[in-house]
């Protein structure tokens, strides 16, 4: 099976110009890099804040409106994300349980199974 790890993102995530100490970027090379090699990474990739993004937001038959980020609520966006191979969801959260904490202390991830 295949799942979603989603990394929320934070205040200091959101921030303009915002880079992860190297430190941190150091232990997650070193978690990626086993995930790698046990099979697991199908893709895992950061993303810029908010403030690069567009919403595509559909209201009935209307024209899709757009907005432009960033985006007020942090704790509804995302700053990164792993698809990752597993047996099941038991299997993932376990795994991810051992990955060094993106968000310094205070960072949730979401797991999703993926359809289909």
Do not use: C
């Amino acid at each position: 099976m295949r799942f979603l790890v989603m990394v929320k993102a934070s205040p200091e995530s959101e921030a303009p110009g915002f880079q992860p100490g190297a430190e941190e970027l150091a232990e997650m090379a070193k978690f990626n890099d086993r995930l790698f090699k046990e099979g697991r990474i199908v893709l895992a990739e950061g993303l810029t804040s908010s403030a690069e993004g567009v919403r595509v937001v559909f209201e009935g038959d209307a024209e899709p409106k757009l907005i432009d980020g960033p985006f007020a609520e942090t704790k509804e966006l995302v700053a990164g994300f792993w698809v990752l191979n597993g047996e099941s969801l038991e299997d993932v959260v376990e795994l991810m349980k051992q990955a060094p904490n993106p968000e310094a202390k205070g960072g949730v991830m979401e797991i999703r199974p993926i359809a289909g």
